[in-house]
């Protein structure tokens, strides 16, 4: 994040009375160590203004009751703690989200023979890539098309850019048309959240490229290049 970005969230927003919630499709981390990061960076939030497509995945699991196969980079296995299916037993469901190092042959081919037997199909996300330093990465949505064009199954999609997923963000506290989607991915973020029926404000950081704005129809309520002058326009438009 740009420099500036948590003293804006604290005296800007906050002053202004306004309520900030953090949407991420991280899945590299739990919650609480990207709580702990981001307070690290000066970030003055409570765990609970993260909504991670981690805790939306563990609540489908444990409200369905299943036993998953959990395809998951081992720094967020805390997220799911007691909810993996036992060695002895035969997993019910598969659960993707970005992990490279599950990303192999053998790995991959068990979870589609699990799916091959009526597994359910879970993806904590579906995106396209993402930013590391040294430059765009593949993100999980190739695997994930891959073990659905494989075990001729439909993945059940839980973060970004799933519309409950912006839902479950604004609570019942909060409508869509009051609420502002800021972030850096035209797709998941921005026409994720349109979708649902929030603003889109698009940042011109991060992962985003030249052109991404014309992408999508309608086109992302307002185009900015940082996140700190789309909440400077959010405040201006009050």
Do not use: W
Request: proline share 6%; hydrophobic share 35%.
């Amino acid at each position: 994040m740009c420099r500036g970005v948590e003293e804006v969230i604290t005296t800007s927003l906050r002053e202004k009375d306004l309520y900030v919630k953090f949407v991420t499709n991280t899945t590299k981390e739990s919650r609480r160590v990207l709580f702990e990061r981001l307070q690290s960076l000066g970030f003055d939030i409570k765990k609970d203004d993260i909504l991670s497509s981690l805790t939306a995945a563990r609540n489908l699991i444990v409200d369905s009751k299943l036993k998953p196969m959990l395809m998951l980079e081992p720094e967020a296995l805390e997220d799911f703690e007691g909810l993996a299916c036992p060695p002895t037993e035969m997993p019910n469901a598969v659960v993707v989200g970005l992990a490279p190092s599950e990303f192999h042959y053998d790995r991959l081919n068990e979870a589609f023979r699990y799916l091959q037997n009526g597994a359910q199909l879970i993806a904590i996300h579906a995106g396209k890539y993402y930013k590391r330093p040294d430059g765009l990465a593949l993100g999980p949505g190739c695997f994930v098309k891959g073990l659905e064009y494989s075990a001729q199954c439909t993945a059940e999609v839980v973060g970004k850019p799933n519309k409950s997923f912006f839902l479950s963000a604004l609570g019942d506290n909060y409508k869509p048309e009051e609420a502002v989607m800021i972030g850096d991915d035209v797709t998941d973020d921005i026409q994720g959240a349109m979708s649902a029926g929030l603003s889109g404000y698009l940042v011109q950081t991060g992962k985003y490229k030249p052109g991404d704005e014309t992408k999508i129809s309608p086109y992302p309520t307002a185009t900015v290049p940082s996140f700190v002058q789309a909440v400077e326009k959010i405040i201006t438009q009050m």
